[in-house]
């Protein structure tokens, strides 16, 4: 007659749960100011982890919270975005602007390119000179 309700656990937030970190302000521009100045190069997560002076995990999840994307992510979307920037103002090759972006050769830079943008380089190039 007296019927049991199943047992169910409940999830209660821990008031004590630590929040996301995120980079400070300064840190996270200061950061980015690195990482455009040296995109012609490798850019190590702990060199970045050094600027921000924070721990290098500690630093990837910060940098991850107030961005929305991973340190490397980041960097390639920015190198990509310079690609972009070369390519629409100036005759520079491929190839050269793949080294002038930090980036090992042209295939890297097409491959790379085609993942983040949808398009290959030299199309997107192309139809960047026909649209002008």
């Not at 019927?3 to 169910?8: C, E, G, H, L």
Request: glycine fraction near 2%; include cysteine; aromatic fraction near 6%.
């Amino acid at each position: 007659m007296n019927q049991q309700m199943p047992f169910r656990a409940q999830i209660v937030p821990s008031v004590s749960s630590p929040a996301r970190p995120e980079l400070p302000l300064w840190k996270s521009r200061r950061v980015k100011e690195y990482i455009e100045s040296n995109l012609d190069r490798p850019i190590r997560n702990s060199e970045l982890a050094d600027v921000a002076r924070l721990s290098r995990s500690h630093f990837c999840r910060a940098f991850h919270n107030s961005t929305g994307n991973p340190p490397h992510e980041y960097i390639i979307r920015r190198r990509i975005e310079r690609a972009q920037e070369l390519m629409r103002s100036t005759r520079t090759p491929l190839n050269q602007i793949a080294l002038e972006c930090g980036l090992v050769d042209q295939a890297h830079l097409a491959r790379l390119f085609r993942r983040v943008v949808g398009v290959t380089p030299r199309a997107w190039r192309t139809a960047q000179i026909s649209t002008t």
